[in-house]
């Protein structure tokens, strides 16, 4: 007798319940309608977002340091470490300057600010104070200073990862040193507290849909979308530009390890869209250095070069602030000569080292450049308060997909990547399930006092 075919109706309610993908999907378009409806209950509902995302940066420090450790620990040379760390600043200096000039490239090319003939008088300078809190980006001596804990609570507390990856390989060069007889217990304690970190992220997840329903409504009710005819242009020049950034992204990832940035998009459909619905590329981290590993980089190439990549490899914020210079610069009638574009290049490859994590962080390094221009007048920048927030979908997308790049480019060059593993991932062949989910389906393994002994053949099966 012929099995029935399930109705469209249940068939869509199957894959809304089993999909996370499907789920943010929706919470994404409703978002949107309550935003576009009832601005006042899409601003009401901002919280669902922001309290996802502190759930989620709770869990990346901790997270972090494990799979930072138990990588150096497993790789057993520190060595390996060292140049998987040089190789990383190398390809994020790179990807970064490429960025840089793509984009004033196209910012030439296309001017989206010429022709506006904006008076810098008429605008509002003390609105980007308020944007950035009156605060500033830190020098470089600044930045490699605070990178250094110290503190080994202050480091977790504040949530620095630059300063949690120093103790990572601090504790994991100790390990090393020590060895397994002297500190037998530490690394499978560490592992064991891995697997917790990834259980409690696999529930804050559950709550992924809600939070995208809460960030996007948010977004949509107090912005509107006026934003999109006045800076039509600017946005449609940004967004131009990533999607040339990400091919060029795509082909350097095919020369150098043979795998298709299209089909690891794919792969990641569920982090990416997650991540624009929330504005924030830190939501998906976990879930991401999840899925690295299971495509096939080594563990202490995902636990270095990604969360490294959050403060080094900002190409999509690159993107914006280069075109973002040259829009204000043409707004206000000030021809840059190739020489100013060069200081700007400069400037914006020193001051976007430093941007993660600092309120307004954008409209910093933008006044910085405008003050190290000397042509461009400060109040200027309050040009792009009113388009800033709708330029987060293409920052966190580009930022991402460049770091996660980036771990498969630095791990291919260290013998770091299970090449024909990473092919049969990306093409579907072998299907990713979270480890928290593993670890549930696993069975119970009973203490050595109430184990009963196995026969020989069985017992060598079960380490086989």
């Not at 800076?231 to 950034?245: D, E, H, P, Q, W």
């Not at 563990?299 to 075109?323: E, K, M, Q």
């Not at 997308?397 to 060059?413: D, P």
Request: charged letters at 15%.
């Amino acid at each position: 007798m012929p099995q029935s075919v399930p109705s469209l109706p249940r068939r869509a309610a199957r894959v809304l319940r089993t999909s996370l993908f499907a789920q943010v999907a929706c919470a994404l378009v409703i978002g949107v309608v309550v935003g576009r409806l009832w601005p006042h209950a899409g601003t009401a509902v901002q919280p669902l977002g922001d309290g996802f995302v502190r759930l989620i940066k709770a869990m990346i420090a901790p997270l972090v340091f494990c799979v930072v450790v138990a990588g150096i620990t497993k790789a057993g040379d520190l060595k390996a470490f060292g140049r998987i760390g040089l190789k990383a600043l190398l390809w994020f200096e790179v990807a970064t300057t490429v960025a840089l000039v793509v984009g004033l490239l196209a910012g030439n090319l296309a001017g989206p600010g010429v022709g506006m003939n904006v008076d810098p008088s008429k605008l509002d300078a003390s609105a980007v104070e308020d944007k950035t809190g009156g605060g500033s980006l830190p020098s470089t001596g600044d930045f490699i200073l605070h990178s250094l804990p110290d503190s080994a609570v202050g480091a977790f507390a504040e949530n620095s990862l630059l300063q949690v990856l120093v103790l990572a390989c601090l504790v994991g060069a100790a390990l090393l040193h020590l060895g397994n007889t002297k500190v037998p217990a530490i690394l499978p304690a560490i592992e064991q507290g891995q697997e917790v970190v990834f259980a409690v992220v696999g529930f804050i997840m559950k709550l992924a849909p809600l939070a995208v329903f809460g960030a996007t409504a948010h977004l949509v009710g107090e912005y509107g979308l006026g934003a999109l005819s006045t800076y039509g242009k600017l946005i449609g020049v940004c967004y131009a530009v990533a999607v040339i950034f990400l091919v060029l992204l795509g082909l350097a990832m095919k020369a150098v390890t043979g795998l298709s940035l299209w089909k690891f998009v794919r792969y990641t459909r569920e982090e990416l869209l997650l991540a624009l619905g929330t504005a924030s590329s830190e939501t998906v981290m976990p879930r991401m250095m999840q899925k690295l590993r299971h495509a096939g980089c080594r563990d202490d190439a995902v636990g270095l070069v990604l969360p490294t990549g959050y403060s080094f490899n900002l190409d999509g914020a690159s993107i914006y602030l280069s075109i973002g210079t040259l829009f204000i610069a043409q707004a206000v009638g000030v021809d840059l000569s190739l020489g100013q574009q060069i200081t700007v290049v400069i400037v914006l490859m020193l001051t976007s080292k430093g941007m993660a994590g600092v309120p307004g962080s954008a409209f910093l390094a933008l006044s910085a450049t405008a003050s190290a221009l000397g042509v461009i007048p400060a109040g200027a920048v309050a040009l792009l308060l009113g388009v800033d927030r709708i330029m987060d979908a293409m920052r966190v997308s580009t930022n991402l997909l460049g770091n996660c790049v980036a771990v498969f480019v630095v791990s291919r060059w260290e013998g770091a990547l299970d090449t024909a593993r990473a092919k049969k991932v990306l093409g579907g062949e072998i299907a990713f399930v979270p480890e928290e989910e593993r670890a549930e389906s696993a069975e119970p393994v009973k203490s050595p006092e109430l184990a009963k002994p196995q026969d020989p053949k069985s017992a060598a099966e079960t380490v086989g």
